[in-house]
């Protein structure tokens, strides 16, 4: 009875005890502060040049998974998730790749119809809740981004079925059975059971969706904050777009403006300083011997010198929406590439399998509301961004104005939309 007696104490200290620390957590940030329950070393930065990049994107001791958990605490989040060995560098990684492909371009070109719908459908739910001054509809830019990008990501990821339950669009905790298939049959045919658990593929599914939610609608945020001061260039984009009507993969992808704009947008608003973030599970010297990383010890590439490289781009300060367009459109400087200069997907072989998606994504929505709305910030003196560490954040109060354009505002069919 005692020894029942103490254990019940103890039980109840940590209760206590846990309430007490959850309490200043959610004081903390209602009052705006953010930090993170775990700890972390400050990061190495390393001279940024082709040869190194490369080499720190490959090298098989140093893991993009791992300080990926480390920064996000996915073994407080995931399930505990095992993540300081390098085995998983060859056969999981390469997975997530290979599952992509299959769900790539071709896979979006049959998807589209149904992913115009969806958006269609999405838009009108986020402007019946949106308010309505008199001249115009307003809504949160930040809010209507997640919504509308987020929705469409999990119709890709997910199927038309689940991402159109309402319970799951809020959990997201499910796939479509096609996709567990495909990786279910990928790892049995690796003749490895032990590895591929369950748990395992529950937590890299968790992954994917992790890496493919929250970049697509950050970046369309600050699209639409560049396009709401940038009239001449809504007007610009609009007309490439009708010029394009009806639209469709193919040809919302080969939209060279709304490409560069989008591009550039992203070169001067990177939502992370640094770029290309690898952990080191054991000691490690670059080829050259110029660089020595300790075990556990993190290494990256800057972001913002890369993309502010006036070497590469005249004028890095300045925003220029026409930077990438070419009289050769064959040759012209896309969105989806990678380069050590804009390694915002990542590098080499670990690049951003997914970037075709999240491209895809951004176009579609950008299109339908400069189809059919005239876009302005409702106060053009709000704050509209913050920092957290090396992450650029948006605002959550900071709206939007959408004024609908009347049909013969539009092309002379009377076409306003994706399709």
């Known amino acids: ?14 209760v206590t005890r846990l309430a007490s620390v959850t309490s200043s ?20 930065v390393i001279v940024s040049s082709k040869k190194h990049i490369a080499e720190l994107s490959e090298a098989a001791c140093l893991s993009q998974r791992a300080v990926y958990a480390d920064m996000f605490g996915f073994k407080h989040t995931m399930d505990k998730l095992e993540h300081n060995t390098s085995d998983h560098k060859v056969i999981r990684t390469r997975l997530y790749s290979r599952v992509l492909q299959v769900m790539g371009p071709d896979h979006l070109n049959s998807l589209y119809p149904n992913l115009v719908d969806h958006l269609k459908n999405d838009l009108n739910r986020v402007l019946r809740h949106g308010a309505s001054p008199k001249d115009g509809i307003s809504l949160p830019v930040a809010q209507t981004a997640r919504q509308l990008a987020s929705g469409l990501m999990s119709l890709m990821f997910f199927g038309e079925v689940l991402s159109s339950d309402t319970e799951f669009s809020d959990a997201l905790l499910r796939y479509p059975r096609d996709m567990l298939t495909i990786l279910y049959n990928m790892a049995d045919a690796a003749g490895s059971s032990e590895y591929w658990n369950p748990s395992l593929l529950a937590q890299s599914l968790l ?8 970049q697509p609608w950050m970046n369309l945020h600050f699209i639409i904050l560049e396009l709401c001061v940038r009239k001449d260039f809504q007007a610009a984009i609009r007309r ?9 993969y193919k040809r919302l992808e080969e939209l060279p ?3 560069s704009f989008i591009k550039e947008t992203v070169r001067f608003n990177p939502l992370d300083k640094l770029a290309i973030r690898r952990k080191a599970l054991e000691p490690y010297t670059f080829s050259d011997g110029s660089i020595s990383v300790p075990a556990g010890a993190t290494v990256c590439t800057s972001a913002y010198d890369q993309t502010h490289n006036p070497e590469v781009y ?34 080499g072989s670990l690049a951003c399998p997914g970037r075709a998606h999240a491209s895809l994504v ?13 876009l302005s910030l409702e106060n053009e003196k ?6 957290w560490e090396t992450f650029t954040m948006p605002y959550e109060s900071t709206r939007v104005s959408l004024k609908q354009r009347h049909k013969s505002d539009c092309d002379g069919n009377g076409n306003d939309s994706l399709a």
């Not at 890095?316 to 009289?327: A, D, K, W």
């Open 382 to 387: 709000a704050q509209t961004r913050w920092s």
């Open 257 to 259: 403006l709304l490409d």
């Open 207 to 214: 992954g994917i969706w992790f890496a493919a939610s929250h």
């Open 240 to 248: 490439e777009l009708e010029q394009a009507l009806p639209l469709d």
């Open 362 to 374: 951004i176009k579609m929505v950008v299109s339908e509301l400069l189809l059919n709305y005239d």
């Open 1 to 14: 009875m005692k020894t029942w007696h103490t254990i019940v104490q103890q039980l109840l200290r940590k």
């Open 314 to 347: 005249p004028d890095p300060y300045s925003f220029n929406p026409t930077r990438y367009l070419s009289n050769d459109h064959t040759k012209q400087s896309r969105f989806t590439d990678v380069s050590e200069s804009f390694p915002v997907w990542g590098y």
């Open 25 to 44: 957590i959610i004081q903390d940030y209602s009052n705006g502060k953010y930090y993170k329950p775990w700890s972390q070393s400050a990061p190495i």
